[in-house]
């Protein structure tokens, strides 16, 4: 896929205002997460690649600690950029579900773990560049372009495949709450919070279902944003209710009241699709047959 330099720049601003959007509409619960603290991470260095990339535009030569850079590097960096989204998808979708599952914490987050998500986030850039620039195959693909006003763009198959997952998992508990047979409460429960996911996210999905029918290929600079991240992290915010309420609801009269007040204590307060869901709040209704998303 080529495009122009100036259509290139005008995009890669347009993802960094995105990102930062919706990390400033959502800072409280940002400060929360994994997920969260990525996500600013990635809109610091998307808008980092967008200076530099824009610099060299505008400037063709520039010079930063002894390294000259020109337009032509304007290509190898975005390509470069997306190689390292590219690879990125998978442990990013892996650690996010891992945080959702093993976090106790309630609204407050401490300090302890805000700095565990930061070294953490640090940690994973650092890892992922090292593969990239030193270990992986990569190579970049320059054009005939003299002027170099033109870049070659390439896709990912990451995040196709990440994608593929997640439609075919919700699909899937779409099909659990009305084949797998609870009590009615239960049951409720299990079919609120699956079809309140779909209602937030249903164009999204619509929108990965024609980009996965179609085949269609998305540079791979814009696989990796905060709109995707967010719907990750409320993808697994999902199994993790679903996981919890079914747990409940399998529980015979007489123990469930015993686990009542751990599982009420301990469930971490989440956000699904910028909706404020208590956990407390989800597992005391799912008890009582009340609905909270």
Request: include cysteine; proline fraction near 2%.
């Amino acid at each position: 896929m080529e495009v122009s330099l100036p259509t290139l720049l005008l995009v890669l601003w347009l993802k960094a205002v995105l990102d930062w959007a919706m990390v400033l509409i959502q800072w409280p619960h940002v400060v929360r997460s994994f997920c969260g603290f990525f996500c600013i991470s990635l809109a610091l260095i998307d808008t980092i690649l967008d200076v530099l990339v824009t610099q060299l535009f505008l400037v063709e030569d520039l010079y930063i600690s002894n390294l000259h850079f020109t337009r032509y590097h304007v290509c190898l960096l975005v390509q470069a950029t997306g190689f390292v989204y590219s690879v990125l998808q998978w442990p990013v979708f892996l650690l996010i579900g891992l945080d959702i599952y093993r976090t106790q914490s309630t609204v407050e987050v401490s300090w302890t773990r805000k700095l565990i998500y930061v070294c953490g986030t640090a940690l994973l850039w650092s890892l992922t560049m090292f593969y990239v620039f030193w270990r992986a195959d990569f190579s970049p693909v320059t054009g005939d372009d003299p002027q170099h006003l033109q870049c070659i763009l390439i896709g990912s198959s990451q995040s196709s495949q990440v994608a593929t997952v997640v439609l075919v998992a919700v699909t899937g508990l779409v099909l659990y709450t009305y084949t797998h047979k609870y009590d009615e409460r239960g049951q409720e429960d299990l079919r609120h919070s699956v079809f309140s996911f779909l209602s937030n996210w249903s164009f999204f999905l619509a929108l990965l279902v024609l980009l996965l029918m179609f085949q269609a290929e998305i540079p791979a600079y814009l696989d990796m944003n905060v709109p995707w991240l967010d719907l990750l992290h409320s993808f697994h915010i999902l199994l993790t209710l679903n996981s919890c309420s079914c747990l409940l609801c399998s529980e015979k009269e007489g123990d469930l009241e015993g686990k009542r007040e751990t599982w009420l204590e301990n469930f971490t307060d989440v956000s699904v699709a910028g909706r404020d869901i208590k956990g407390r709040d989800f597992l005391q209704n799912s008890l009582q047959n009340k609905s909270v998303i």
